[in-house]
């Protein structure tokens, strides 16, 4: 849905964040999707461990 919204949209780019796996694999599928398809330049933010919690609405202690 990612890359079929940026083709329709003539994106320049598209900006996810580089969010781990569980497990420990070093990307999500979504990114890893995206990356495979990307029609146009894929911006990989990389997020704090802490800061991850606080993304997905988790409490950082």
């Known amino acids: 849905m990612i890359v079929?919204?940026?083709k329709a949209m003539n994106s320049r780019a598209?900006?996810?964040p580089a969010r781990q796996r569980?497990?420990?694999a070093p990307l999500s599928r979504t990114?890893?999707?995206v990356l495979?398809?990307?029609p146009?330049?894929?911006i990989v933010q990389s997020?704090?461990?802490g800061?991850?919690?606080k993304a997905a609405g988790g409490k950082v202690r």
């Open 36 to 38: 495979a398809e990307r």
């Open 31 to 33: 990114l890893d999707t």
């Open 22 to 24: 569980p497990g420990g």
């Open 14 to 16: 598209i900006v996810m």
């Open 51 to 53: 800061d991850q919690r």
């Open 40 to 42: 146009c330049r894929v």
């Open 4 to 6: 079929d919204l940026a």
């Open 47 to 49: 997020i704090p461990e």
